[in-house]
């Protein structure tokens, strides 16, 4: 099922990937991603051309998981800072500078502090590639055209063919009720 | 959370009647008082212990008024939108800059037995006759009243313009004030600068600190913003702000919260840093009275408690949005900077390790209750939260991503 580090998507089985709805504005997408989450969709997403206050909270997107991994990463890099410079200095080439002791600590501190800024940027950016796997180099919904909009003025929800509730139909229902106004059907590959 | 229009009720803006925090002028005036004739009973025969005493909570309450007043001036300066309501409440700790004059007579009358070391002009050496043109009595005393006067002036005048937009909603308030929090800034940075010289660095008037006046202000944000914190919650907790301060704000002030404590650490880290490395004996001997007798466990234990146990509690986002654990964390480093202004000031006096007495609980209760008087007394004067602000609207519906 596709490589670590996603280049193309893992896609729903079948014909269809699933179904893209426009909303005319941030407000009518606003209370149309409320609608989905309560309907109990799961493999759905949204995208807007600019970011929407509290929408990550309408979709009932949970807490993202990237933070625990910045502070493992971050504690790791300030330990390794800081065994590093003390297994240097202490056993691999012990030198005495100015009279002061081969451990001593303070004269490590700032390059554990910035191993520890070090690790913990790359950790959140290589987290969140990885979270949100990328780099991606294909998606099925660039091949509907009106999706470009997503980058101007259109404002998009996305549900997967592969979500237990999906249903072609119906969801395309749910959509319209929840306010879309074009609703259409994006095939795979 | 809350999204779209949404309905606050003004209110909210208001203390309710009846509310135990109406009293809080008269609570304060009654705690200073109070503190303030214990102290002076507990006088006789302890004057160092008395005054060193007093300048602790001097300065400790000191830096409530900064802290508020630099929270004000960045407020303009960055016409910033999410702090508005919370604002007001910053004007007030500002405010209380004023009374603080009070807090200085005991100072200034106990100069000689706080700063003898610079004030005794019969025994000076060769490096305090070159001092003496900045570190003498006179020029302490207008350059003190001065720097009160600059922060009461500033203080009172962006209350005062704030309060009275309440009425008349006049933008131009808030423009004039936006144009002039770029040079209270500097007036501001340069008078706190030189007043953490004059008032806690001449203590050890061989020794100084370029960085000194940084790490007063650090110290200065943390307490302030934990004191904002547990204000909010309490005033939350009393029937008001409800829907204008949300969790959100919490967050942010926890934030700043949370920043200023990594920032102290880091200049107080610096400071250390740069005296340990270098190793002279005039510059390492401030530290060197402070890793000595039990003034070492009291500087580790200043470490570890103003730095790495709020470092890794408030770290979490949940902890800054909960009132149980941003009201602990809160409490914790206001009892923490306290630790620190003791850390400042004591070991000049007490050299072989320190020694709480009574004096240091009665003179802070002293001026913490001139300090709450005032607070006290600008917060039930006026509304909660800036009523007619540009910026109001904004502030409300702000959410952290």
Known sequence: MGLPIPLIPQLPEGKNFGLLARFENAQTIYTACEKVRDAGYTKWDSHTPFPVHGLDHA??????????????????????????????????????????????????????????????????????????????????????????????????????????????????????????????????? | MSHGPRIVDAAQMDLPAGSLWRRLPLVG?????????????????????????????????????????????VQFATKSGWGIVVRRLAENTAASLAVMFLAFIPVYMGLNQLYHHWTDTAHLDAILQGKSPYLNTTRFLIFGLAYLAIWTLLALWFRSGSVKQDTTGDHDLTRRRVKWAGPGLIVFALTSTFASFDWAMSLEPHWYSTIFGVYYFAGSLVCVFAFLSLVIIGLRRAGSLEGFVTVEHMQDMGKLLYAFVVFWAYIGFSQFFLIWYANIPEETVWYLARLTGNWKPFTLFLAVGHFIVPFFFLMSRHAKRKNLTLGVGALWMMFMHLVDMYWLVMPTFQKDGYALTLLDLTTLLAVGGLFLAAFGFFLTRAKLVPAKDPRLIESISFQNF
């Open chain 1, 59 to 189: 979709m009932g997107v949970k807490a993202s998981k990237l933070p625990w991994l910045v502070l493992i990463t971050g504690l790791s890099g300030a330990t390794g800072g800081m065994l590093l410079q003390w297994w240097v200095s202490v056993h691999a080439y012990p030198l005495v500078i100015s009279g002061k002791p081969l451990f001593s600590w303070p004269a490590f501190v700032p390059v554990t502090f910035e191993l520890g800024v070090l690790f913990g940027a790359l950790g959140a950016v290589f987290g969140m590639f990885a979270f949100n796997q990328l780099p991606m180099l294909f998606h099925p919904l660039f091949s509907s055209k009106a999706f470009a909009r997503a980058t101007d003025d259109g404002f998009f929800i996305s549900i997967e063919s592969w979500d237990p509730k999906y249903d072609e139909t119906q969801t395309a229902a749910l959509l319209r009720e929840a306010g879309a106004v074009d609703v259409e059907v994006v095939e795979n590959g």
């Open chain 2, 29 to 73: 005036a009654v705690l200073a008082v109070a503190g303030f004739g214990l102290s002076f009973a507990m006088r006789g025969g302890n004057e160092e212990q008395f005054y060193s005493s007093w300048l602790v909570a001097f300065l400790y309450f000191m830096s409530l008024g900064l802290g508020g007043l630099f929270f004000v001036l």
